[in-house]
């Protein structure tokens, strides 16, 4: 639309516009109620609310799955640290504020239940099969929110009273005006956009977020001029026509726009997921309620450039995972790798594994990257006990746990932290209802446990050429024999640096 002067504008097209005006005019102006009051088809608000509660707020329907803190941190799942390294940004591709934050409410809220879980990935799977993108803008969406919730209110719509905001507006466009316009064009855009989307994945069986969007598609399109208006341009909106928009966006259809607005937010994060999958080559896990087991083929973490894929499998009978390996061999990046497809599958997201196998978990729990309690004067290793306690606790009155331990006791002397390992592994190993993965470089406690017939052994192996480690960050089964501290202390060149000082 031009904004130019009305002494400016010739006489042919000031003729042609008001012949348009008229026109409009008497079409619409005689019977306005019945254009722009139509009645509604029937919509069940409380289904509707129910289903956008259970796909984006799913504690508030179900048990919580059980998570804290500290795990949270240890897996990077937000940016804990300020690095913006998280899981959430590897996800992240949101177009949209509210897309930004539907996607977040879903991150923090991971499920113990199966229905929201297969929900959510029939939705992702559905949107996979379209290979474009939403096209949404940040600046135009606030438009539109600003536009909706100006503080103008409309009470009724009158044929004169649109014709002469229309004239006026033709003549003296001003900021208000703008608004209008840019809000009532989004809307169009939208509706066409996903409609378009949608019908190209047309399918008898569409995931529910998809039906609830074609049931107020229906409701709009009982507007004969919306019906109408999305058959073309939309840029070519008369001002006349704006003005019926504008009452049917703001009153009679308000909180349809408002529902269809809020599918939009969440259809933003959905494909910000489907995004992330094909960026970071992650898939979908096949997610059961039966017996509890995990089988992870391929999982890396997705972090890292070129990560190097392991599998993962407990076998039957098996729920504790003694993990070994020298320094540097990758245990903390390999159980994190794991921690992290185990809470993305309670989303119902996909993982970063070629293909993911596992029941439903109520919990998981790790200790990775434990810090020091400095407020309270908690020494490391007195935080490492009382972390363990916590699981200890959790786990006495909690089944289906994953728990994650890294260098249990690190922060002791050799000898206290080989008899607590020990100890509390040999305890853990009597538990049959949760999972444990627990890694160490003091091998020699695997020795003690060998005889456990639930425990599995695993190591990353590395290897020594030319008188250097070798590093494949590779998981074989078994218990490792390298050592190799001592080696890198010596090319460090340590003792070099000490016994070369300057005395003088």
């Not at 208006?229 to 259809?253: A, Q, V």
């Not at 853990?428 to 003690?448: G, L, P, Q, R």
């Amino acid at each position: 639309m031009l904004f130019v002067k009305g002494a400016n504008l010739e006489k042919k097209f000031i003729s042609w516009q008001f012949s348009v005006y008229s026109f409009q005019f008497f079409k619409y102006a005689a019977n306005p109620t019945a254009n722009c009051k139509l009645k509604k088809p029937t919509i069940n608000v409380n289904s509707y609310l129910e289903g956008i509660y259970k796909l984006i707020h799913p504690q508030r329907l179900m048990s919580k799955f059980d998570i804290d803190k500290q795990t949270l941190t240890d897996l990077n799942i937000f940016d804990a640290y300020g690095l913006n390294k998280s899981v959430f940004s590897v996800f992240n591709f949101t177009a949209t504020i509210k897309g930004n934050d539907k996607l977040m409410e879903m991150f923090r809220t991971p499920s113990t239940n199966i229905e929201v879980i297969n929900e959510r990935q029939e939705l992702i799977k559905y949107i996979s099969n379209y290979e474009g993108d939403l096209y949404l803008d940040r600046t135009n969406m606030d438009f539109v929110e600003s536009y909706l919730m100006q503080n103008s209110k409309i009470k009724y719509y009158s044929g004169i009273s649109a014709l002469a905001k229309a004239v006026n507006y033709f003549f003296y466009p001003n900021q208000a005006y703008y608004l209008k316009e840019k809000g009532i064009r989004e809307i169009i855009f939208l509706l066409k956009k996903l409609s378009e989307i949608f019908n190209t994945l047309s399918s008898d069986i569409k995931p529910r977020l998809v039906k609830e969007f074609d049931d107020l598609i229906l409701i709009l399109l009982k507007q004969s001029l919306i019906k109408e208006i999305t058959g073309r341009d939309e840029r070519k909106i008369s001002l006349f026509e704006l003005e019926r928009l504008d009452f049917i966006f703001r009153k009679t259809e308000f909180r349809t726009i408002k529902q269809l607005l809020d599918l939009v937010y969440q259809f933003d994060a959905f494909f910000s997921v489907v995004k992330a999958s094909r960026k970071y080559n992650l898939n979908l896990p096949k997610v059961s309620a039966s017996k509890q087991h995990l089988n992870i083929k391929g999982v890396f973490h997705p972090f890292l450039e070129h990560p190097v894929a392991n599998n993962m499998t407990f076998e039957a009978g098996k729920n504790v995972c003694f993990l070994t390996g020298s320094n540097m061999a990758g245990k903390s990046t390999f159980l994190k790798s794991v921690g992290i497809s185990i809470y993305l599958a309670h989303l119902g997201f996909p993982v970063p594994a070629a293909s993911m196998e596992t029941g439903i978990w109520q919990g998981l729990v790790s200790t990775i990257n434990l810090p020091d309690n400095l407020n309270q004067g908690y020494s490391h290793f007195y935080n490492e006990v009382l972390r363990v306690k916590h699981v200890a606790e959790k786990i006495k009155v909690s089944k289906n746990i994953f728990v994650i331990f890294d260098e249990l006791f690190r922060g002791t002397n050799v000898k206290d932290a080989f008899d607590g390992s020990l100890s509390i592994i040999k305890s853990f190993s009597k538990i049959k209802d949760c999972y444990f993965m627990i890694s160490t470089h003091i091998v020699e406690v695997a020795e003690m446990i060998r005889h456990e017939e639930n425990m599995l052994f695993k190591y990353l192996f590395t290897r020594m050429e030319n008188g250097k480690p070798i590093f494949t960050y590779k998981l074989r089964d078994g218990i490792t024999e390298e050592r190799i501290g001592m080696w890198i202390i010596e090319n460090e060149k340590i003792t070099e640096i000490l016994n070369n000082r300057d005395l003088n």
